[in-house]
């Protein structure tokens, strides 16, 4: 450390410049990050919301849209009935209608109960009330009134999987509803005038000039305890004669969806062209108070008095069925249901992209202050390490070989970074080159001799493992791990050579799995690897350790019983079979178990007959006769004629 006043100036002047430096830049990757983040977030939500409300205008809209093409079919069905001469007598309407003491006509109580009609059908659910002012001499007023109930009953039963009732009105203070589990019209009272009712009276020439399918405004109904909105339809017979077609809609579920099926940290609502407020999840309370008659102006809520007025203009423009607007700190994603002409919004905060964004950038700025920190330290090490030490090193060294003093350099006394790949190592090099030069290349020479040796050392250890994995790859089965076909044959035959010699018995099994090939086929042929080797593991279990076993190829094997007599072999034998048979397999998810047997055939060799060959043969006949007797079963050679070859062996 001679010159602590220049190594001190030194590095704290290349800190304090990098410091500075690395600082501008990441404040500024910091404000890049986030305004890149932001924007991308932004340009996707965007799209995303465009697709979500697309897909959920329709979605919601699916209703609505249906009870419309209903009330076409009605109205099409009924003016096709009547035109073609609906027919109609009076048996047939007193058969359903009848009248009761307060002189009201209505269905009788079987319409509701449940009957079987004239065509041999059941009808039930349906109830009716007609005024006692209604024109019921009329013949073509009774004929409607059949025709309409005919025309309920007809449909009600499937088009209340969806809705929650049918229902016909007429301006003659008539209704005949199909209604399961409400009887509607039994409940009325004779002072019922129907006309007074919304779903009655908007359907009139003078608030429907048009004639088209109309909606009522939302409501909620005491009897079905469900938020409800009608769609009415009316059916001109004539200019005076007239009815009209009712569904009652059940808006729970929708309501439900709008409340709770939303996009995290979003919420939804719904409201009317003229302001009404249809569904919000923050004003239920309010929605109930005023039975659905709440309309956004009559809200203290300056925000959501913001959004209609923002929104209305839009929509008022005639824009697309679904668009996007970007207020102050939300994006409002609309679409339109059809139908009752609501709008669906989906209120999206800000925030939820400027606050990750925000928190990404400060992320990376704490993370790149404290890297720099880190490196502003590993600089001074480095600077410590790498320059300062190094010049100091070379400042003796130049003094040792001023004084001649090179052993210091030669000996690692003074020891110098040789070992750098840069300027400085470069430099220590020539230093020790000028030292001695001889006795760098004569340790050098050392060295590469002892690496020499090593890597001899090394590639025989592998060579060797290499050879011994090639023996045991060409003796064993890879799948079972027991000798294989040439292995097996190459020990057995040495085996009938001792037996031969010392005059000793053995007994050759051949073994075969039983039906097999419907194993690979009906489980795979993973679970047949599982059962040969499962197999393979208990003939190896069961049989003596000197006795030899080996796979002669897919699902047979073979053993070997040196000095063993016919009856010990069969007890072997037998005892293989029996634990083969006792095993279990599984499929691979584990919900079947299945089972597996074998089949065995023996032979024996005899005073003249030590032949490897005729053995095989021969134990080959007897496990063809075990299968042909019906498998899982041990069979000793009997010297019977030899089967045909090609013989199903599985």
């Given at each position: 450390?001679?010159?602590?006043?220049?190594?001190?100036?030194?590095?704290?002047?290349?800190?304090?410049q990098m410091a500075v430096?690395?600082?501008?830049?990441?404040?500024?990757?910091?404000?890049?990050?986030?305004?890149?983040?932001?924007?991308?977030?932004?340009?996707?939500?965007?799209?995303?919301?465009?697709?979500?409300?697309?897909?959920?205008?329709?979605?919601?809209?699916?209703?609505?849209?249906?009870?419309?093409?209903?009330?076409?079919?009605?109205?099409?069905?009924?003016?096709?009935?009547?035109?073609?001469?609906?027919?109609?007598?009076?048996?047939?309407?007193?058969?359903?209608?009848?009248?009761?003491?307060?002189?009201?006509?209505?269905?009788?109580?079987?319409?509701?109960?449940?009957?079987?009609?004239?065509?041999?059908?059941?009808?039930?659910?349906?109830?009716?009330?007609?005024?006692?002012?209604?024109?019921?001499?009329?013949?073509?007023?009774?004929?409607?009134?059949?025709?309409?109930?005919?025309?309920?009953?007809?449909?009600?039963?499937?088009?209340?999987?969806?809705?929650?009732?049918?229902?016909?009105?007429?301006?003659?203070?008539?209704?005949?509803?199909?209604?399961?589990?409400?009887?509607?019209?039994?409940?009325?009272?004779?002072?019922?005038?129907?006309?007074?009712?919304?779903?009655?009276?908007?359907?009139?020439?003078?608030?429907?000039?048009?004639?088209?399918?109309?909606?009522?405004?939302?409501?909620?109904d005491p009897t079905a305890?469900?938020?409800?909105?009608?769609?009415?339809?009316?059916?001109?017979?004539?200019?005076?004669?007239?009815?009209?077609?009712?569904?009652?809609?059940?808006?729970?579920?929708?309501?439900?969806?709008?409340?709770?099926?939303?996009?995290?940290?979003?919420?939804?609502?719904?409201?009317?062209?003229?302001?009404?407020?249809?569904?919000?999840?923050?004003?239920?309370?309010?929605?109930?108070?005023?039975?659905?008659?709440?309309?956004?102006?009559?809200?203290?809520?300056?925000?959501?008095?913001?959004?209609?007025?923002?929104?209305?203009?839009?929509?008022?423009?005639?824009?697309?069925?679904?668009?996007?607007?970007?207020?102050?700190?939300?994006?409002?994603?609309?679409?339109?249901?059809?139908?009752?002409?609501?709008w669906f919004v989906t209120?999206?905060?800000?925030?939820?992209?400027?606050?990750?964004?925000?928190?990404?950038?400060?992320?990376?700025?704490?993370?790149?202050?404290?890297?720099?920190?880190?490196?502003?330290?590993?600089?001074?090490?480095?600077?410590?390490?790498?320059?300062?030490?190094?010049?100091?090193?070379?400042?003796?060294?130049?003094?040792?070989?001023?004084?001649?003093?090179?052993?210091?350099?030669?000996?690692?006394?003074?020891?110098?970074?040789?070992?750098?790949?840069?300027?400085?190592?470069?430099?220590?090099?020539?230093?020790?080159?000028?030292?001695?030069?001889?006795?760098?290349?004569?340790?050098?020479?050392?060295?590469?001799?002892?690496?020499?040796?090593?890597?001899?050392?090394?590639?025989?250890?592998?060579?060797?493992?290499?050879?011994?994995?090639?023996?045991?790859?060409?003796?064993?089965?890879?799948?079972?791990?027991?000798?294989?076909?040439?292995?097996?044959?190459?020990?057995?035959?040495?085996?009938?050579?001792?037996?031969?010699?010392?005059?000793?018995?053995?007994?050759?099994?051949?073994?075969?799995?039983?039906?097999?090939?419907?194993?690979?086929?009906?489980?795979?042929?993973?679970?047949?690897?599982?059962?040969?080797?499962?197999?393979?593991?208990?003939?190896?279990?069961?049989?003596?350790?000197?006795?030899?076993?080996?796979?002669?190829?897919?699902?047979?094997?073979?053993?070997?019983?040196?000095?063993?007599?016919?009856?010990?072999?069969?007890?072997?034998?037998?005892?293989?079979?029996?634990?083969?048979?006792?095993?279990?397999?599984?499929?691979?998810?584990?919900?079947?178990?299945?089972?597996?047997?074998?089949?065995?055939?023996?032979?024996?060799?005899?005073?003249?007959?030590?032949?490897?060959?005729?053995?095989?043969?021969?134990?080959?006949?007897?496990?063809?006769?075990?299968?042909?007797?019906?498998?899982?079963?041990?069979?000793?050679?009997?010297?019977?004629?030899?089967?045909?070859?090609?013989?199903?062996?599985?």
């Open positions: 450390m001679r010159f602590p006043n220049y190594k001190q100036s030194l590095t704290m002047d290349v800190m304090l430096r690395v600082s501008i830049v990441i404040i500024a990757v910091s404000a890049l990050t986030y305004w890149h983040i932001y924007k991308t977030l932004v340009s996707s939500t965007i799209d995303g919301l465009e697709h979500y409300i697309q897909e959920r205008g329709q979605r919601e809209s699916g209703i609505f849209k249906l009870a419309e093409s209903n009330h076409q079919i009605f109205r099409a069905t009924y003016l096709a009935h009547w035109q073609q001469d609906f027919f109609y007598n009076d048996q047939f309407f007193w058969h359903a209608f009848e009248r009761r003491p307060d002189q009201t006509i209505r269905l009788q109580k079987k319409a509701y109960d449940g009957y079987f009609n004239h065509s041999g059908l059941l009808s039930k659910d349906v109830t009716a009330y007609i005024g006692a002012n209604a024109p019921i001499e009329n013949n073509a007023f009774r004929k409607k009134l059949l025709l309409a109930y005919t025309m309920v009953d007809h449909f009600g039963v499937a088009w209340t999987q969806q809705f929650a009732n049918l229902y016909v009105s007429m301006p003659e203070n008539v209704n005949i509803v199909y209604w399961p589990g409400v009887r509607w019209a039994d409940n009325a009272t004779s002072k019922l005038n129907v006309l007074s009712e919304e779903w009655v009276y908007i359907t009139t020439r003078q608030n429907n000039p048009e004639r088209k399918s109309v909606w009522t405004g939302l409501y909620y305890l469900e938020w409800m909105v009608s769609l009415e339809t009316p059916i001109d017979i004539t200019p005076t004669n007239t009815l009209n077609i009712g569904h009652d809609i059940l808006l729970n579920a929708l309501f439900d969806r709008v409340f709770n099926d939303h996009l995290s940290g979003t919420y939804n609502f719904i409201f009317r062209d003229d302001g009404r407020l249809i569904a919000h999840p923050e004003k239920i309370k309010e929605m109930n108070r005023t039975r659905g008659m709440l309309m956004i102006s009559q809200l203290k809520d300056t925000q959501l008095q913001h959004y209609f007025k923002t929104l209305q203009t839009h929509i008022q423009k005639k824009q697309k069925d679904y668009f996007i607007v970007e207020a102050d700190e939300e994006f409002l994603a609309v679409t339109k249901i059809d139908g009752p002409g609501w209120v999206y905060p800000k925030s939820l992209l400027s606050s990750p964004s925000l928190k990404a950038a400060k992320f990376i700025l704490i993370v790149s202050l404290f890297a720099l920190v880190i490196e502003l330290i590993m600089l001074y090490l480095v600077m410590m390490k790498k320059v300062v030490q190094p010049l100091e090193t070379f400042m003796d060294a130049s003094s040792a070989i001023e004084g001649q003093r090179y052993e210091k350099i030669t000996s690692n006394a003074l020891p110098l970074p040789d070992h750098l790949d840069n300027e400085i190592g470069k430099l220590a090099k020539l230093f020790k080159s000028m030292s001695g030069s001889l006795q760098h290349f004569r340790s050098d020479m050392q060295r590469l001799t002892h690496s020499l040796e090593d890597q001899v050392k090394v590639r025989t250890r592998e060579l060797q493992r290499a050879k011994d994995k090639a023996e045991k790859e060409a003796t064993i089965d890879s799948l079972t791990q027991i000798p294989n076909r040439h292995s097996f044959y190459n020990r057995a035959k040495a085996l009938l050579q001792q037996a031969d010699h010392a005059g000793e018995p053995l007994c050759f099994l051949m073994l075969d799995i039983d039906f097999f090939k419907v194993i690979n086929d009906t489980y795979g042929h993973p679970q047949g690897d599982q059962v040969l080797v499962a197999c393979a593991r208990t003939i190896e279990n069961t049989i003596r350790e000197k006795d030899l076993l080996g796979r002669l190829g897919g699902e047979e094997f073979a053993v070997v019983l040196p000095n063993t007599s016919l009856e010990e072999a069969r007890v072997i034998a037998e005892r293989i079979r029996v634990r083969i048979a006792e095993l279990s397999f599984y499929t691979t998810q584990r919900i079947q178990s299945f089972h597996t047997t074998i089949s065995i055939g023996i032979s024996c060799a005899t005073e003249t007959i030590y032949a490897y060959e005729l053995l095989y043969k021969h134990a080959d006949l007897a496990l063809y006769e075990a299968k042909q007797s019906g498998r899982n079963l041990v069979i000793t050679y009997s010297g019977s004629p030899t089967p045909q070859e090609d013989a199903p062996d599985s």
